[in-house]
Nanobody, 127 residues
Framework: QVQLVESGGDSVQSGGSLRLTCTAS????????LAWFRQAPGKEREGVAVLDGGGTTTYADSVKGRFTISQDATKKTLYYLQMNSLKPEDTAMYYC????????????????????WGQGTQVSVSS
């Protein structure tokens, strides 16, 4: 069993930056992928960024070039989502999740394939 805890959410102005952190209670084997999802009020949860066990990253088109997913180089249980040039439409609850991503289609991986989820951290971007 792995527990995930997100932190770093805040309220910022448009154009600002935030770094979210996902802390895992144990090291995730290479068979796992680590993903960041977000959910805005009244909308479905959507995948934002994925880091697979081999180090490959995948991003939603809406955040490509602005967000970066990474794993801490020394503390392997820490994962980050660096968010730059934030827009009001980035406002959402952000969740990290660990699971088994679909090869070649990481962002289309069904939510049921992510057994471990954090509780979420709120990001609010004002114009």
């Amino acid at each position: 069993q792995v527990q995930l805890v997100e932190s770093g959410g805040d309220s910022v102005q448009s154009g600002g930056s935030l770094r979210l952190t996902c802390t895992a209670s144990a090291y995730l084997a290479r068979t796992y992928c680590l993903a960041w999802f977000r959910q805005a009020p009244g909308k479905e949860r959507e995948g934002v960024a994925v880091l697979d066990g081999g180090g490959t990253t995948t991003y939603a088109d809406s955040v490509k070039g602005r967000f970066t997913i990474s794993q801490d180089a020394t503390k392997k249980t820490l994962y980050y989502l660096q968010m730059n040039s934030l827009k009001p439409e980035d406002t959402a609850m952000y969740y990290c999740a660990a699971g088994f991503c679909s090869a070649g289609a990481a962002l289309q991986t069904p939510l049921r394939r992510f057994p471990y989820w954090g509780q979420g951290t709120q990001v609010s971007v004002s114009s």
